[in-house]
T-cell receptor
Framework: GQQVMQIPQYQHVQEGEDFTTYCNSS?????IQWYKQRPGGHPVFLIQ?????EVKKQKRLTFQFGEAKKNSSLHITATQTTDVGTYFC???????????FGQGTELSVKP | KAGVTQTPRYLIKTRGQQVTLSCSPI?????VSWYQQTPGQGLQFLFE???????NKGNFPGRFSGRQFSNSRSEMNVSTLELGDSALYLC????????????FGPGTRLTVL
């Protein structure tokens, strides 16, 4: 069945350093979404990418969708303590298909 | 607009019992999905309902079931609870069938003793 792998599982950075998490799907995706879950909270939607090779930015966050629509990445520039949490990617292999989440990358930021 | 609500927020049960969890989606949303979140397995998809019909189903045993009512509220039921069912159960709604941003509720923390 469809699988979405996400690495790394954990990332510890010093405040101000950059951070990247990678997501790979075993099948071609129709779209990919990214979520952030703060400790003790629930996942909150960040963005959705649909087009092959798409790149979107939200302030210090840059999201990419691979040309083959099988991988994606989230890059945070100059991390801040407010970036702490677990970042999940989630993909559908076709419109209307179930949304499959990656295992998440837990980011901790040392001030 | 009120967010997704889930009840109860916390639940303690013993092995062999059954449990029913409830989810009220955002007003106007007709799609509700359920996920199980555990530290080791991440977010695992359980099922998705749209307009009272189950659209998608994850790879969980038949002890896990769900339904959706005409007002879009959804319930999930777990029968014959096992220790491994201890998890955070998250409900998410969105306004589209099979697409779009998922709005998550706060979850129900189930502990099976």
């Amino acid at each position: 069945g469809q699988q979405v792998m996400q690495i790394p599982q954990y990332q510890h950075v010093q405040e101000g350093e950059d951070f990247t998490t990678y997501c790979n799907s075993s099948t071609t995706l129709s779209n990919i979404q990214w979520y952030k879950q703060r400790p003790g909270g629930h996942p909150v939607f960040l963005i959705q990418l649909v087009k092959s090779g798409e790149v979107k930015k939200q302030k210090r966050l840059t999201f990419q969708f691979g040309e083959a629509k099988k991988n994606s990445s989230l890059h945070i520039t100059a991390t801040q303590t407010t970036d702490v949490g677990t970042y999940f990617c989630a993909g559908r292999n076709n419109q209307g298909g179930k949304l499959i989440f990656g295992q998440g990358t837990e980011l901790s930021v040392k001030p | 607009k009120a967010g997704v609500t889930q009840t109860p927020r916390y639940l303690i049960k013993t092995r062999g019992q059954q449990v029913t969890l409830s989810c009220s989606p955002i007003s106007g949303h007709r799609s509700v999905s359920w996920y199980q979140q555990t530290p080791g397995q991440g977010l695992q998809f359980l099922f998705e309902y749209f307009s009272e019909t189950q659209r998608n189903k994850g790879n969980f045993p038949g002890r896990f079931s769900g339904r959706q009512f005409s007002n879009s509220r959804s319930e999930m039921n777990v029968s014959t609870l096992e220790l491994g069912d201890s998890a955070l159960y998250l409900c998410a709604s969105n306004g589209l069938a099979g697409g779009g941003e998922q709005f998550f509720g706060p979850g129900t923390r189930l502990t099976v003793l």
